[in-house]
């Protein structure tokens, strides 16, 4: 079993930038692909970005390509989402997520993903 404690949300104005971290304690880190989802109020929890055990493949949600970078340091047991030129519509709580699998598979659908962190806000203002 994994834990993960996500950091790094905050309040940002429009245009801004955050990174968020995940930090995992519990089992070894380099065996587990993880990441991003977000959840607005009232809407849905949605993917935003994936990255494989390797760190070699990546996933983004359309909504984020080109403004967010997902990665991770399995030396430091972390893994990180940096969000660039960040709107409005970003605003939500943020999860990292973790799951077994391929070396260099990544995968977009949460009920794939098998442990949870807590979440984190972030907030964008106009």
């Known amino acids: 079993q994994v834990q993960l404690i996500e950091s790094g949300g905050g309040l940002v104005q429009v245009g801004g930038s955050l990174r968020l971290s995940c930090a995992a304690s519990g089992r070894t880190f380099s065996g587990y692909a993880m990441g991003w989802f977000r959840q607005a109020p009232g809407k849905e929890r949605e993917f935003v970005a994936a990255?494989?055990?390797?760190?070699?493949?990546?996933n983004y949600a359309d909504s984020v390509k080109g403004r967010f970078t997902i990665s991770r340091d399995n030396a430091k047991n972390t893994a990180y989402l940096q969000m660039s030129s960040l709107k409005p519509e970003d605003t939500a709580v943020y999860y990292c997520a973790a799951r077994t699998g391929s070396y260099y598979s990544v995968v977009t659908q949460a009920n794939a993903y098998d442990y949870w962190g807590q979440g984190t806000q972030v907030t964008v203002s106009s």
């Open positions: 990255v494989s055990r390797s760190g070699d493949n990546t």
